[in-house]
């Protein structure tokens, strides 16, 4: 098999290579970041030194962020510690937020895959316990991108905290989270050249934020723990490079846009979701009718291509999507939708490469391109 192709960058991406030096630094040397000696000293500076870079990939304090295991413990945190009796999310939240407490309540989406305006704010009025509305910035499977500051003007009008999980957006567009005007905002350090396993819940000056690991009193009392320093340094490293590099992803788009375009040329049955909305550069929800998206998968696989299905991010398992369906896409459709989501290893020869491998499966696989059987 020739070089395999990675366009599964929603999943995971690559790891800068300075993020790996970062880590590997601190794996060599030694000291608790709560120790007051010279070797816990130089651990707490380098916890710092990543939260300056990744309060300024968002634009907001290094005292506002709380480290975390990652982007789902990050938003778990923030569903269950702003203190908020009822919980409204949009449907097409990530399941770390849709799943983080019971009773949620979701708003609808268009068929484009952005939040309906007009039902939250109806939910809003419907009551006067108070809220917090979750609505992510950009979506992980289409890569919609979400009106979050309109959600806030409606929701700040209702007494309403908001929570916004950038964790897909993070890296991809520019993040400006005064200007936004969100309480909260989650954000993974894998999804952006760092490390998987660590992630940030980023306050609003005093939103309140009841801590759900307790004990040693770390983070400013907001996340329990000795800190997970190399995740932290590998992090910052990442944030930093990913704010350099914006241009470099938002440049993605030319080649995605590319390629749909050469798909579309193929498949006149082809679909594309979110398609008609703002997009996150690097992501493509596509439809190839009739064929199985695990057929596909498998398909890819074998010509050595990574790509994904449906809500494929956790643990392997290939389930209907939520996002597609509440866009309203029937459930056959829907089932045959993969992600392409490109990144910053990806070069046009892999986007040559897929473009090719896609028609083969398509002449294949699709009842369209088969030739119709004359019955005898
Ligand atoms: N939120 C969104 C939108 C995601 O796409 C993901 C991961 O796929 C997460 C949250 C979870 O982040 P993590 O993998 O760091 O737990």
């Known amino acids: 098999m020739t070089d395999r192709i990675y366009l599964d960058h929603n999943a995971t991406t690559p790891m800068r290579p300075q993020a790996i030096a970062a880590v590997e630094e601190v794996m060599r040397g030694v000291g608790n970041a709560s120790s007051v000696h010279s070797f816990g000293r130089a651990m707490r500076a380098r916890v710092e030194r990543a939260r300056e870079a990744v309060a300024a990939l968002v634009a ?5 962020v709380v480290f975390t295991g990652g982007g789902t413990e990050a938003n778990n945190s923030v569903v269950r510690g702003a203190a908020r009796r009822r919980v409204i999310v949009s449907a097409i939240e990530h399941d770390s937020v849709r799943s983080a407490t019971d009773d949620v309540e979701f708003i609808p989406v268009t068929s484009s895959g952005i939040v309906d305006l007009a039902a939250l704010e109806r939910m809003l009025a419907a009551s006067d316990v108070p809220a917090l509305v979750s609505v992510m910035l950009a979506n992980n499977e289409t890569g919609a991108i979400q009106p979050v500051a309109e959600v806030v003007r409606i929701a700040r009008a209702a007494g309403a905290a908001v929570h ?23 954000l993974s350090a894998h999804k952006l050249g760092g490390p998987q396993g660590v992630g940030a819940v980023v306050l609003r000056a005093d939103a ?29 490293v990442a944030a930093a490079i990913a704010r350099e590099n914006l241009d470099g992803i938002a440049g993605l788009s030319a080649l995605r846009d590319g390629m749909e375009r050469d798909l579309a040329r193929i498949a006149p049955d082809i679909c594309f979701y979110g398609a008609d909305t703002a997009r996150l550069p690097n992501t493509s929800c596509v439809a190839m009718p009739g064929v199985p998206a695990t057929t596909q998968l498998m398909a890819f696989d074998l010509a050595g291509i990574a790509v994904s299905a449906g809500s494929a991010c956790s643990s392997g398992k290939v389930s209907a999507s939520h996002v597609l369906a509440a866009m309203g896409a029937g459930a056959g459709e829907a089932a045959s939708a993969l992600r392409v989501s490109l990144g910053w290893t990806t070069q046009a020869g892999d986007i040559a490469r897929f473009v090719a491998a896609w028609h083969e499966v398509y002449r294949r696989l699709s009842p369209a391109a088969r030739p119709a059987t004359v019955a005898a």
């Open 208 to 236: 309140p934020f009841n801590a759900m690991a307790r004990g040693g009193g770390q983070e400013r009392g907001r996340r329990a723990g000795t800190e997970n320093v190399a995740g932290a340094a590998g992090f910052g």
């Open 60 to 64: 907001a304090r290094p005292a506002d």
């Open 164 to 186: 916004c999980d950038a964790v897909q957006a993070a890296g991809k567009i520019a993040i400006d989270m005064p200007t936004l005007g969100v309480d909260y905002l989650s």
